[in-house]
C-alpha cells in the first residue's frame, strides 16, 4: 500500500539548534517528494520538492531535504533553526500511477524555544 | 498578483443547510483540488479537477459536491448528508501534473452551529 509516515507528531527545539524532520514513505513506482509548511490557521507552502537527480534538494527559508532510496526516506533539515519556523510540516507523495493525486503525511508540529 | 482566494475566511452552517465554499486561482492553473484538514489527521483529498467541466472523487467526496465550469474557479458544496462538516477546508491548484507544486489558499474554517 502506498503511504507516507512521519513518525515524530511534536518536536520542540532551541531557536538555533539544528533541525531534522523525518518522513518515510511506501510506494511502488518512482516517487516524486515533496515537504509543505503550514503557519496556524494558513494554507500551505512549498519548501521543497524531488523528482530525480541530486538527491541532496535545496529549498526555501535554508531547508534542505536528503532522498535515501534504500531507506525509503526523505528528510527534512535545517542547521540553525530561527523562532519563525514553528509551523506544521507535511511530507507528501505522489507518482505518475496515482492519477495525480499525493499521499500525504499526518504531519509535524515544531515548536521553538527562545 | 497571481493566487488563489478562498472566501468566506469563517462560515456557519446550520443543521439540514447545504453551504458553498468559494475557490477562485488567476494562476492560469489547470488543475484544483479540495482538502479537508481535521486535527491530527493531515490533508485528505475530497475532490479534484484536471480540467473544466471535470472532476474526480478523492477519498473522502460523500457529503459534498463541485462543479468546475470555468477555469478559475472550483466551487465546494457541503450538503445536509455530511454529518461531520466541522473542518478546516483548503483549496489548491496546480498546473497538472503530480510533480507541479500545489498552491494553497488561505482556508475557510467550517462550523456548525
Known amino acids: 500500500a502506498q503511504s507516507v509516515t512521519q513518525p515524530d507528531i511534536h518536536i520542540t527545539v532551541s531557536e538555533g539548534a539544528s533541525l531534522e524532520l523525518r518522513c518515510n514513505y511506501s510506494?511502488?513506482?518512482?516517487?516524486?517528494l515533496f515537504w509543505y509548511v503550514q503557519s496556524p490557521g494558513q494554507g500551505l507552502q512549498l519548501l521543497l520538492k524531488?523528482?530525480?537527480?541530486d538527491t541532496l534538494v535545496q529549498g526555501i527559508k535554508g531547508f534542505e531535504a536528503e532522498f535515501k532510496r534504500s531507506q525509503s526516506s526523505f528528510n527534512l533539515r535545517k542547521p540553525s533553526v530561527h523562532w519563525s519556523d514553528a509551523a506544521e510540516y507535511f511530507c507528501?507523495?505522489?507518482?505518475?500511477?496515482?492519477?495525480?493525486?499525493?499521499?500525504w503525511g499526518l504531519g509535524t508540529s515544531l515548536a521553538v524555544n527562545p | 498578483d497571481g493566487g488563489i482566494t478562498q472566501s468566506p475566511k469563517y462560515l456557519f452552517r446550520k443543521e439540514g443547510q447545504n453551504v458553498t465554499l468559494s475557490c477562485e486561482q488567476n494562476?492560469?492553473?489547470?488543475?484544483m483540488y479540495w482538502y479537508r484538514q481535521d486535527p491530527g489527521q493531515g490533508l485528505r483529498l475530497i475532490y479534484y479537477?484536471?480540467?473544466?467541466?471535470?472532476?474526480q472523487k478523492g477519498d473522502i467526496a460523500e457529503g459534498y459536491s463541485v462543479s468546475r465550469e470555468k477555469k478559475e474557479s472550483f466551487p465546494l458544496t457541503v450538503t445536509s448528508a455530511q454529518k461531520n462538516p466541522t473542518a478546516f477546508y483548503l483549496c489548491?491548484?496546480?498546473?497538472?501534473?503530480?510533480?507541479?507544486?500545489?498552491?494553497f489558499g488561505p482556508g475557510t474554517r467550517l462550523l456548525v452551529l
Open positions: 494562476l492560469n492553473h489547470d488543475a
Open positions: 479537477s484536471q480540467i473544466v467541466n471535470d472532476f
Open positions: 507528501a507523495v505522489g507518482g505518475a500511477g496515482n492519477n495525480r493525486k499525493l499521499i
Open positions: 489548491a491548484s496546480s498546473f497538472g501534473g503530480v510533480e507541479e507544486t500545489q498552491y
Open positions: 524531488y523528482f530525480s537527480g
Open positions: 510506494y511502488g513506482a518512482t516517487p516524486y
